[in-house]
């Protein structure tokens, strides 16, 4: 590798779906200031995801909708009054 062009903060963080609750221990340099217990007993940054393998729909084979902001009632509003 070379010297000098990648991140100093690399460590092994905690990064977890937020819709199903699954978790998996890997390493970035994403910033949080969330932590977590992790099953070796070590606390480790948190990182929370919308969606990953264990939602998206490309991996489950389902179609799942997740609206954690709500767009898609905003579109329903904004265009109901085409509908009819």
């Known amino acids: ?19 199903t609750g699954f978790t998996i221990l890997t390493k970035s ?14 606390e480790y940054p948190l990182i929370k995801m919308e969606i990953s393998s264990d939602s998206h729909p490309y991996y ?3 179609m799942k909708l997740v609206d954690t902001a709500g ?3 905003k579109f329903k509003n904004k265009y109901s009054k085409f509908s009819k």
Do not use: C, F, L
Request: a positive charge.
């Open 60 to 62: 489950t084979g389902k």
């Open 71 to 73: 767009r898609i009632d």
């Open 29 to 42: 340099t994403a910033n949080t200031k969330d932590t977590i217990k992790w099953e070796d007993g070590n």
């Open 1 to 19: 590798m070379k010297k000098g062009i990648h991140p100093e903060n690399y460590r092994s963080v905690v990064m977890q779906d937020i819709s």
